[in-house]
């Protein structure tokens, strides 16, 4: 579906990353997983890029987009975006898409890599789907976790869900694990690696090296889902 939007709402969810909100029209269905185009304009010039839909097809009411922003072109328009602006948004695409088809699932990423993750789960969790999902998520240090409150209400309400945060860069307070996902992290967070179907996305650099970790583990390439965000 194509159609011609407003900003309806925008959402500051680490000190560099920004959720858009639109409100969905009637008869616009997608994937968990899948991604849209979005125009915006840049001082009267049409600019289009493409991101994830962040929200779950749950979510009746909107639709959402979750961008990093950086100093680059369309990170900078986005930035100025604000409520009631004009946008054009085109989807769904792609098939990156888990709608708890499979018994167990391994999620790795880091960053702004979490977006169709969380759509994901935010369905799987809605739709109350018995899929066991262990989600290892690598941030710089706290504040940087996008959607870290919704991630442990998230885990509350599905007792098949486990998210394992490690931080590169913590502070003292913090409990839980430190450095990058490596293959002993996976061995220890999910044992059963095995018998799982893996969900990759990301950053091409993170894509690649979680993969690697994933093929050390002998896990085959039919059992990675992977999906590059280009452009960082
Ligand atoms: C399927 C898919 C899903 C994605 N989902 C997400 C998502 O959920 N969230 C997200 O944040 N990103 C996502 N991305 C990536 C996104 O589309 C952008 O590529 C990324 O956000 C970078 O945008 P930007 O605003 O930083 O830079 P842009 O302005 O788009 O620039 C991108 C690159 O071009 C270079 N560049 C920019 N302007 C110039 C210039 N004038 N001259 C030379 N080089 C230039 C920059 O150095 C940069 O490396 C996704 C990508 C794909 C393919």
Same mark, same amino acid.
């Given at each position: 579906?194509?159609? !011609?939007?407003?900003?309806?709402?925008?959402?500051?969810?680490?000190?560099?990353?920004?959720?858009?909100?639109?409100?969905?029209?009637?008869?616009?269905?997608?994937?968990?997983?899948?991604?849209?185009?979005?125009?915006?304009?840049?001082?009267?010039?049409?600019?289009?890029? &493409?991101?994830?839909?962040?929200?779950?097809?749950?979510?009746?009411?909107?639709?959402?987009?979750?961008? #990093?922003?950086?100093?680059? !072109?369309?990170?900078?328009?986005?930035?100025?975006?604000?409520?009631?602006?004009?946008?054009?948004?085109?989807?769904?695409?792609g098939?990156?898409?888990?709608?708890?088809?499979?018994?167990?699932?391994?999620?790795?990423?880091?960053?702004?890599?979490?977006?169709?993750?969380?759509?994901?789960?935010?369905?799987?969790?809605?739709? !109350?789907?018995?899929?066991?999902?262990?989600?290892?998520?690598?941030?710089?240090?706290?504040?940087?976790?996008?959607?870290?409150?919704?991630?442990?209400?998230?885990?509350?309400?599905?007792?098949?869900?486990?998210?394992? &945060?490690?931080?590169?860069?913590?502070?003292?307070k913090?409990?839980?694990?430190?450095? &990058?996902?490596?293959?002993?992290?996976?061995?220890?967070e999910?044992p059963?690696?095995k018998?799982?179907?893996?969900?990759?996305?990301?950053?091409?650099?993170?894509?690649?090296?979680?993969?690697?970790?994933?093929?050390?583990? #002998?896990?085959?390439?039919?059992?990675? &889902?992977?999906?590059?965000?280009?452009?960082?």
């Open positions: 579906m194509k159609f !011609e939007t407003n900003v309806y709402e925008i959402i500051k969810r680490t000190p560099d990353v920004k959720s858009f909100r639109f409100r969905r029209p009637k008869g616009f269905d997608y994937g968990p997983g899948q991604f849209l185009f979005v125009t915006i304009l840049n001082e009267g010039k049409k600019i289009t890029k &493409h991101f994830t839909i962040s929200s779950s097809p749950t979510e009746k009411e909107f639709i959402e987009f979750t961008k #990093k922003i950086t100093d680059h !072109e369309f990170s900078v328009a986005l930035d100025r975006l604000k409520i009631g602006d004009w946008a054009y948004l085109d989807a769904p695409y098939d990156f898409i888990f709608k708890g088809e499979y018994p167990r699932v391994g999620m790795v990423t880091g960053g702004i890599g979490i977006t169709p993750l969380r759509s994901m789960i935010k369905y799987c969790t809605d739709k !109350e789907m018995k899929s066991r999902i262990t989600f290892l998520y690598g941030n710089r240090n706290e504040d940087s976790i996008v959607f870290k409150e919704e991630l442990d209400r998230l885990e509350k309400l599905n007792q098949n869900l486990r998210v394992i &945060h490690t931080l590169s860069q913590p502070d003292e913090w409990k839980g694990r430190r450095g &990058h996902i490596d293959v002993q992290m996976v061995k220890e999910i059963d690696y018998e799982c179907v893996f969900y990759v996305c990301g950053p091409p650099s993170l894509v690649t090296s979680s993969v690697d970790i994933l093929k050390t583990l #002998k896990i085959p390439d039919a059992m990675i &889902h992977s999906e590059n965000f280009p452009g960082y």
